[in-house]
């Protein structure tokens, strides 16, 4: 039996803004295959590589995203070469690598997404 999709919202971060640039929702799987992702993904990233970095804390996903963030560990998704490429600092994420660097737009799931 296949388990009934999941409303799934995300959130777009980018870099200089104060807060968030857009959101978006669709219907997932519980545990949604890569091409699901790729799908919203590829177009957000410009089909460039993009990679997962998880949002481990309960508290750090609920200063991100709120207080739909009821679930831990949940996804996000950044450039992966957006330092390569020299794109600005992501002010608004970066602070949840303890200390890291995002560099480019990042994807914020608002729960799991990536097994």
């Known amino acids: ?3 009934s999709p999941i409303m799934t919202k995300w959130t777009i971060f ?3 803004e104060p807060r968030f640039r857009s959101e978006g929702h669709q219907a997932l799987a519980p545990e949604p295959s890569y091409e699901d992702l790729r799908a919203i993904l590829d177009p957000l990233f410009d089909n460039q590589w993009w990679e997962h ?3 481990r804390g309960g508290k750090a996903a609920q ?3 709120g207080a739909s963030a009821t679930k831990w560990p949940i ?3 950044v450039d992966e070469s957006g330092m390569l490429k020299q794109l ?4 608004a994420v ?3 690598l ?3 660097l995002i560099a480019g737009r990042a994807v914020v799931f608002h729960r799991r997404v990536w097994f």
Do not use: K
């Open 14 to 16: 980018e870099p200089g």
């Open 1 to 3: 039996m296949t388990a």
């Open 53 to 55: 970095v998880w949002v």
């Open 88 to 91: 600005p600092r992501n002010e």
């Open 63 to 65: 200063l991100l995203i």
């Open 98 to 100: 303890y200390p890291g």
């Open 75 to 77: 996804s996000m998704f």
């Open 94 to 96: 970066s602070w949840v």
